[in-house]
């Protein structure tokens, strides 16, 4: 059976911000299809057990529609930009997908969509500030001090990373900062660390994952002065 897939069936689902005017279509690898202008037809090795919806126009459950689509998006970016819009808007969430990675075969960007998904859900193999001091070791930038404590009108919190040696902190954001209250209270603590005198740079984990170069030309922009 012929169903609506990747970005077309999330569309279907309430995808909102999206674009794209061609029909993205799975069929069973065995199945003998015709090209027709405007529609991308995809095969798939196999289905997952209850991955269609039936009621109306078949199409795939959003989590495996999301996957399917950063498999099949042109670029990186495009992938990470398509499974967030899907989990920020309440179509699916990162652990389930995380689930599903496991038994889908013969995907492009495995280990890429599982960063991506283990950033979004803030897994405990996400990127973190080792990672971060990895990153900047490889430019040769000066190593950091990590989770440095510091106090502010709501008691004590810590930084991600901070070089004494210029004031300058980098704050690496997971998807639980913008959870709540957390934006409030970080933006308290942030503020308090600008008072005394220190620079803060915020870095988000999946802008770090696609636009690592333009991050860390920041970084060295911010030690260099």
Known sequence: MSALDGVTALQAAGLRGHNDDTIHLSVPHTASVKRVSGVALHKVVRRLPRELVLAGVPRTIPAVAALRAASWAVSDRQAALVLLMAVQQRLAVPEHMLELTKPMPGR?????????????????????????????????????????????????????????????????????????????????????????????????LIGLRLYEDEFLQQVAKGLSR
């Open 108 to 204: 492009r960007r495995r280990a890429f969509i599982k960063r991506v998904l283990l950033d979004a859900a803030d897994g405990v193999q996400s990127l973190g500030e080792l990672d971060f001091a990895r990153m900047c070791r490889a430019r040769r930038l000066p190593e950091p001090s990590r989770q440095v404590v510091r106090c502010g009108p709501r008691g004590r919190f810590y930084l991600d990373v901070r070089w004494d040696c210029s004031r300058l902190v980098v704050e690496v954001d997971g998807a639980q900062h913008r959870e709540g209250l957390n934006v409030t209270a970080d933006n308290l603590s942030r503020n308090a660390v600008t008072l005394q005198n220190d620079r803060v740079l915020r870095i988000d």
